[in-house]
């Protein structure tokens, strides 16, 4: 999984945190450098992200597949309702988020499924949180 996740990333995974966030109006993927000096993994961060936000709002999930080696759970469902769904990416301090938005029940659901799969990946439990808010 972690040279899965370098090569589909551009990025140390040991050198960053991710977050995954449920929300009412759907979730958001969150990545931090975790060196705040750490100009070169932040900037790797933020070019991943916004490569992100641009797949997953063509229903591209081949980096998670990459990442992952399995589809994760509500990709299927992510593919087919991804013109109700906005991929937004956001700079942040420390790296980037993406936000993802629904008023698609059925969307929601699924991205939530994603998104709470994201942590279930053996050795990054301690790396990755799962925030619902």
Known sequence: MKHRGATAMGFDQ???THHFRLTA???AIEVSVNDSADEASRMAIRVHLKEIAGELARGN????F???GEVPPGVTTMQQRKNAMTFKYEET???GRVKITT???KAKRALHEFL???IREPGLVNRMGLIES
Request: net charge negative.
């Open 116 to 118: 709470r799969y994201q």
């Open 25 to 27: 109006e759907g979730g």
């Open 14 to 16: 040991d050198k960053a």
């Open 93 to 95: 301090p420390e790296g």
């Open 66 to 68: 990459a990442t992952h």
């Open 103 to 105: 008023s698609d029940p």
């Open 61 to 64: 999930f081949a980096k998670p």
